[in-house]
């Protein structure tokens, strides 16, 4: 289902073929859902209660089932991927977070790691998550946030500028954090929290990072890009910016991945409510006189 507000940014086809072409190598290139997976589990670790049924949405691998072996009561995992190679490789069934073909209620849990972000319509796809869920059942997900590759992007703005005196999207754009909690709510999930990690990783330079993008299937798929492919002066000029601007004494490279952690249940009255307006046990106004608040 697709939201009437959505918007079309990415090339879904793309993004299936470049996450197909990256399955080969992917254990090469891994370390960041790898991580993100674990940081997943222990935050299920913090949620008091069993869920026999779960579904990772965009498995890649399977590192979230890896992670959750044996964890939080699971019993049966079903994992689903936009490329069927992934979805092969985790033992799972290829499907489009986009149009997930799961009938309301099936689940107690639903995960996702570092998928969503190449997602169109994401509230429709969050809605189609929640709506998976049975009553009362989580949704715990991590996406790439807006300061993601914030240092490759500059440099190839500033050297595409220079060189072309124009500029088209040469990174994908990412959700920012002040988006993401509502977005939960407009989805339907009760209870929805949004917190962020950022995580620093160094390369040998920038040509070695844009390796490693391209091993994880994380490569630009936004339908506005160039069709033709970076010159290899420009990604030159790129590369000697972020060099000069980001390098650290030794003469490797920082990248920033921000991670956006999202979070929510399915109602249920069972769930904590707000009181409603004027439930209150005193006036506000005397509560702010008094300098005390009755909940």
Not at 74 to 93: M, N, Q
Not at 260 to 277: D, F, I
């Amino acid at each position: 289902m697709a939201s009437s507000d959505s918007m079309t940014v990415f090339d879904r086809a793309l993004v299936r073929r470049r996450r197909d072409r990256a399955v080969s190598e992917f254990t090469n290139h891994s370390f960041l859902f790898d991580e993100i997976a674990e940081r997943l589990a222990d935050r299920l670790e913090d949620v008091l209660r069993p869920f026999p049924m779960a579904l990772d949405v965009g498995c890649h691998d399977g590192a979230v089932g890896r992670a959750l072996a044996g964890r939080k009561g699971i019993e049966r995992l079903v994992a689903c991927d936009l490329s069927p190679g992934f979805a092969r490789v985790a033992r799972g069934i290829a499907a489009d977070e986009e149009f997930l073909p799961f009938a309301p209620g099936s689940f107690d849990l639903v995960v996702s790691n570092l998928s969503l972000h190449w997602v169109n319509d994401l509230p429709g796809a969050l809605v189609q998550m929640r709506q998976a869920l049975k009553p009362d059942g989580f949704f715990c997900g991590a996406m790439l946030g807006g300061e993601t590759l914030f240092e490759l992007r500059r440099c190839l703005y500033e050297a595409e500028l220079e060189q072309a005196g124009g500029v088209s999207p040469r990174v994908s754009p990412f959700a920012e954090i002040k988006d993401a909690g509502g977005l939960l709510q407009r989805a339907g999930f009760a209870l929805p929290v949004v917190d962020s990690d950022t995580l620093t990783v160094t390369y040998s330079d920038a040509f070695a990072l844009m390796r490693e993008l391209r091993g994880m299937g994380e490569t630009n798929t936004v339908l506005a890009r160039r069709k033709v492919p970076a010159t290899r002066g420009l990604l030159f000029d790129a590369a000697r910016r972020y060099a000069e601007l980001y390098a650290e004494p030794d003469g490797r490279i920082p990248v920033t991945f921000q991670i956006l952690y999202l979070a929510g249940w399915s109602p249920h009255e069972s769930q904590q409510q707000p009181l409603k307006p004027g439930s209150g046990e005193i006036p506000l106004g005397q509560a702010l006189k008094s300098g005390r608040a009755t909940h």
